[in-house]
């Protein structure tokens, strides 16, 4: 059913066809009919990561769902847990389209999205509605017309306004879409910014007898002395997990290709080797971090790989748009064996 859904909607707009297929998702969720479009029962598998239960290692991705607004539908695929955002302190209208393009090629997608959202308060109403029982992540940003030097305080308002209702909460400092935020990865920027939120989050966790604990979403263009540093930031400032990788910047995999040169990350099969290096990495830094492991998963054997470099947990997102929902109990079956 999916594969004759897709081959009609690969021939609108990506933006359109993404509108229209959580539409659609959440009318099949309402009717009790997921799997009409290959969602099945989902795979019982827990394990405890950061603290928390996950039901099963495969999660989606931030990004797909925005504002929430799809959450139930989306769970109801059989994901262990879902990453929802990146949502900013105010609402903002991301990037003038066209700002999504499909290179079916290679299984990939290029977006310079700029973190269009409803606003972080939009974001939260439509969590305390969800009736998930999984794990749900949100993952905060800063608006684009926030400099950077202040981007703490976007940051630590997100985190405020969603404490109470997340399970964790994504720091995303690594999309290439929003000028100047992969600047936050490095430095007295990374330092300032991660105590600030560990010092705020622990706050809020006393406050609130709850522990939500802190991941951090990075980049896959960094170097092995990039990535040790970044790991020692992780460390130094109690960040809970890391979440490896964002898109990347890099177009050698998909030079010559029609939309292959268009600004913007890069996501799907060609970032899979890169953020699997940077997991290696990670993990040969930081023996007991959790690390949650995204980037190029189309497959079961993708997932296995992507463990097997030392990530926890396992994230969806361009494999889940290209294979739709059978996707997800796939590479869950497999990760349980």
Request: charged residues 20%.
């Amino acid at each position: 059913m999916y594969a004759l859904a897709r081959s009609l909607l690969f021939r609108l707009d990506p933006e359109t066809a993404h509108g229209i297929s959580l539409s659609a998702l959440d009318a099949a969720h309402r009717l009790k009919l997921p799997g009409m479009l290959g969602g099945g029962r989902r795979v019982d598998d827990p394990v405890e990561v950061m603290g928390l239960r996950f039901p099963n290692r495969v999660g989606l991705a931030a990004g797909l769902d925005k504002n929430a607004d799809h959450l139930d539908a989306l769970a109801a695929l059989g994901f262990g847990f879902v990453e929802v955002g990146t949502v900013t302190p105010r609402p903002q209208d991301g990037n003038p389209r066209p700002r999504l393009f499909r290179l079916p090629e290679k299984g990939a997608i290029i977006n310079r999205m700029g973190f269009n959202n409803a606003g972080v308060d939009h974001l939260i109403d439509n969590v305390r509605r969800s009736r998930f029982d999984g794990v749900i992540g949100i993952n905060i940003g800063k608006n684009l017309t926030t400099p950077v030097e202040k981007a703490v305080d976007d940051y630590l308002i997100c985190l405020t306004k969603a404490h109470a209702h997340a399970h964790y909460i994504a720091v995303n400092i690594s999309s290439p879409n929003t000028p100047g935020l992969r600047n936050l990865q490095f430095g007295d920027h990374l330092d300032g910014l991660l105590g600030a939120l560990r010092d705020e989050c622990s706050r809020l966790d006393r406050a609130s007898g709850k522990r939500v604990p802190l991941a951090v979403k990075i980049a896959p263009d960094m170097n092995v002395d990039e990535i040790a540093l970044v790991a020692r930031a992780l460390a130094a400032n109690g960040i809970d997990a890391v979440i490896a990788t964002n898109t990347t910047v890099a177009r050698d995999a998909v030079a010559g290709l029609r939309h292959g040169d268009e600004q913007g990350g890069l996501s799907g099969v060609p970032v899979f080797e890169a953020a699997n290096s940077v997991v290696r990495a990670l993990r040969s830094q930081l023996s007991e971090l959790p690390i949650i492991g995204v980037g190029g998963v189309d497959s079961d054997t993708a997932a296995v790989a992507k463990r097997e470099a030392g990530a926890d947990l396992v994230q969806l997102y361009t494999g889940f748009i290209y294979r739709g929902p059978t996707l997800v109990g796939e590479c869950a079956r497999a990760l349980a064996k």
